[in-house]
């Protein structure tokens, strides 16, 4: 495959490029005393397979060397959340069938939805210094209807609650997840931002490291964590939760109060339509979402939509943060949704300060509004010290970012979230218990004692979807160098490409990700390798044992600094996120990628033209979601030292699930002789057609199909699901052997 060999040489139209603006990540750090060699550290890492059993949740080898830099760096805690891997393996594309299957259906009024507001506040009492030990959740997923925000849609819930339960662990901890699936479709979790070093069939992406939990069927999810930052990733239909990694440098925290915050956008119609509708011939732009949530809790004005089910939600139920006055407070911002931004701002609280970022700790920087794409995490601190009284906490979805701002039904782009100052110390420790009592049994009761906010917000309408980490200067604390020099350097044109039959799809470079959900790439790549079959050895891009056309995998044999340059050639911004690692942000820009020579580098990304001047290497952003703006293009640097497959991908779901992603196979070494345990072997033996329950159509549904709706409605009555989608891919044979991407359609459009 032409077009992104190891460090080529740039195309002339990449090099026209003197007239597109640079901006570089990193502004000018001051030097620290005690910098940490980051690669060294990285390699201190590694996992050793000799020092392990097979197929055991270990110890970590990592030693932990960094020294604190700046006091906030004491608390290196880290915000993560569990959600799905393929978001749309959740997708019930048979309504008819799972009508059949749900155990929620058996109830014959929707379960009403707890809005307990102190479900996210962290544990006031956390022993920080507890031993390392096993934290065990059990999980039930099921089926069933919900409105988050009064307008009633089906969902997927975790042990029927929503957002999903709070995982809160330690660092060195090992977390064991028992997950029973009984809702209809098949589904995996992925821990987002968890590095998964030594388990990487735990990573939760389906067909990539596993294959699906059927329905019907159990998984104990258990890994180590350690040496550890945030975590998260998309959800949607409910099936989404928050989990916290405390290290036990965090017992000093110069925080009275410590919570999470979800921001979600919110769709009525169910996922499964959608991610038909937007993978249809003809449709260009993903569907805008009808709402935002906080917190899983929003109010729709019901009269907007006499066609649905609506329950006005009354303000009782909004989220309620009380904060002891005059003191500080850390709010864990987490953007768990599929497609929107968020700005997020507290009324007369111009002074947030963000203190984390993906799970890295930076040092304090005022930020308002904080700009926050799907997949991305930050902690912000809010002093309390106004005058006492109420204030909102607002987060709103930058419509801007979506091709039809208007969001249908009159929907609502703000959600909110009461922000109170308490006069003692401590007052909502006290109350935690009685509050998540009277949330969920009498909501009612304290609604006329409720005082609303009276604020109003100056906060500015964004127009651009611009990354935060491009326009504020985060300085990591410790600082971290990033390598001088790159092994290897990708060039990624990432685009959405329309192809045969109109079909538009995610593309990076010439590829369209299609998961094999029944052989997954990590089991195809360990079984090559024990069978000594080289063709799975292959290093860079690997064309033989993949078919690049829907699979394109990147490999290193070794430990290896790797770049990957994203040159968008779309209009739209892709939240990229990288599993099993993070990723410097080095630079970014508008326009074609300048070349390395504009940014201080030697050609290839090998070495700096200055040895002297380390600007852009010298304490990085690191992260493990960044975006690449409409147009634009990014810089990224990773270490290749974490064994396994890791996807690549736009965290829009509409965007990944249309096949924008990639993977990277690194430690070839490691990976050899690698035994995946035969729990996790034994969700492949379920029968093909259930692992592809939920999943999202295949293009072969739509080959020779120019109305789709029309084709939905013969698949949706066709109760042979899968079946009959076999027999149309053989049907259409010859169309699919034509199906060709063409990703350079836009090159013109770029300034
Ligand atoms: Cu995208």
């Not at 479709?185 to 030594?198: D, K, R, S, V």
């Not at 770049?563 to 050639?569: A, G, R, T």
């Amino acid at each position: 495959m032409a077009g992104y060999e190891d460090g080529r040489p740039l195309l002339p139209h990449e090099q026209h490029s003197q007239a597109s603006s640079v901006r570089l990540e990193t502004g000018v750090y001051q030097a620290h005393e005690d910098m940490v060699d980051s690669a060294e550290t990285e390699d201190r890492r590694l996992l050793s397979v000799g020092d392990r059993e097979e197929g055991q949740v270990f110890a970590q080898t990592a030693s932990q060397t960094r020294k604190t830099g700046w006091f906030f760096a004491a608390f290196f805690a880290t915000s993560a959340i569990a959600a799905l891997a393929l978001a749309g393996l959740l997708l019930s594309l048979n309504p008819l069938k799972s009508d059949t299957e749900s155990q929620a259906n058996e109830h014959s009024t929707p379960p009403k939805l707890s809005r307990p507001s102190d479900r996210y506040v962290l544990d006031p009492n956390w022993d920080f210094h507890a031993p390392s030990q096993v934290r065990e959740y059990e999980w039930t997923i099921t089926d069933t209807e919900g409105s988050p925000d009064g307008v009633q849609k089906p969902m997927m819930l975790i042990n029927n609650q929503f957002p999903g339960p709070l995982i809160e662990i330690n660092e060195g901890d090992v977390l064991s997840v028992k997950l029973q699936n009984k809702a209809s479709n098949a589904t995996a979790l992925h821990w987002h931002g968890i590095f998964q070093n030594g388990t990487n069939w735990m990573d939760g992406a389906a067909g990539v490291t596993q294959c699906p939990i059927a329905p019907g069927q159990s998984y104990q999810y258990k890994f180590n964590v350690t040496n550890q930052s945030g975590t998260w990733v998309q959800a949607l239909d409910g099936l989404v939760g928050p989990m916290v990694v405390h290290t036990r440098r965090e017992a000093g925290k110069p925080y009275s109060s410590d919570r999470v915050i979800l921001l979600q956008d919110w769709w009525y119609d169910p996922a499964s339509g959608h991610m038909w509708d937007v993978l249809s011939p003809g449709v260009e732009d993903a569907p805008v979402p009808n709402a935002a949530l906080m917190n899983g809790v929003n109010q729709a004005v019901c009269s907007d939509h006499p066609n649905r089910k609506c329950t006005e939600v009354k303000a009782t139920s909004l989220p309620r943060i009380d904060v002891a006055h005059g003191e500080s407070h850390r709010l864990r911002f987490v953007n768990v949704g599929g497609f929107a931004w968020f700005q997020v701002a507290v009324d007369e609280h111009a002074d947030l300060q963000i203190v984390e970022v993906d799970g890295n700790i930076v040092e304090p920087i005022l930020v308002s509004p904080v700009l926050i794409s799907p997949g991305q995490r930050y902690s912000a601190i809010l002093r309390a010290d106004h005058d006492e009284g109420a204030f909102w906490l607002r987060a709103r979805m930058v419509t801007s970012c979506f091709a039809e701002q208007k969001l249908p039904e009159n929907g609502i782009e703000e959600t909110k979230a009461i922000i109170s100052y308490t006069s003692g110390l401590h007052t909502r420790h006290g109350d935690h218990d009685d509050a998540s009592t009277k949330d969920e049994h009498d909501e009612n009761d304290d609604e006329e004692d409720l005082v609303l906010p009276q604020t109003t917000s100056d906060l500015p309408f964004l127009s651009v979807c611009r990354d935060l980490s491009s326009t504020a200067s985060f300085q990591p604390s410790p600082q971290q160098h990033a390598p001088e020099i790159a092994d290897h350097s990708w060039y990624l044109r990432v685009n959405l490409a329309i192809g045969d039959w109109r079909l538009q799809r995610g593309v990076l470079n010439s590829s369209s990700f299609r998961p094999n959900l029944a052989h997954p790439t990590l089991h195809r790549v360990l079984d090559g390798l024990t069978q000594h079959n080289e063709s799975f050895a292959i290093q860079g891009v690997n064309t033989v044992a993949f078919d690049p056309e829907s699979e394109l995998v990147i490999s290193n044999n070794k430990v290896e600094t790797v770049d990957i340059i994203l040159q968008n050639m779309d209009e739209n911004s892709h939240p990229f996120h990288l599993h099993g690692t993070k990723m410097w942000v080095l630079a970014a820009g508008h326009g074609y990628f300048p070349g390395y020579e504009a940014l201080g580098f030697l050609p290839e990304g090998k070495g700096l033209l200055n040895p002297a001047n380390q600007t852009i290497v010298k304490n990085p952003l690191k992260r493990d979601t960044i975006t690449v703006e409409g147009f634009g293009w990014v810089l990224l640097r990773f270490i290749a030292d974490n064994p396994g497959v890791w996807l690549f991908h736009c965290h829009v779901i509409w965007h990944s699930e249309a096949g924008m992603g990639m993977q990277f196979v690194s430690r070839i070494d490691e990976l050899r002789g690698l035994q995946i345990p035969e729990e996790a072997r034994r969700l492949c033996d379920a029968p093909e057609e259930e692992l592809w329950k939920g999943a999202p159509p295949k293009d072969e549904v739509f080959f020779g199909f120019e109305n789709s709706r029309e084709r939905r409605r013969l698949h949706e009555g066709d109760t042979k699901g899968l079946n009959s989608d076999t027999q149309d891919a053989e049907e259409y044979d010859d169309e699919w052997a034509r199906y060709r991407i063409e990703a350079s359609g836009s090159v013109a459009a770029i300034a």
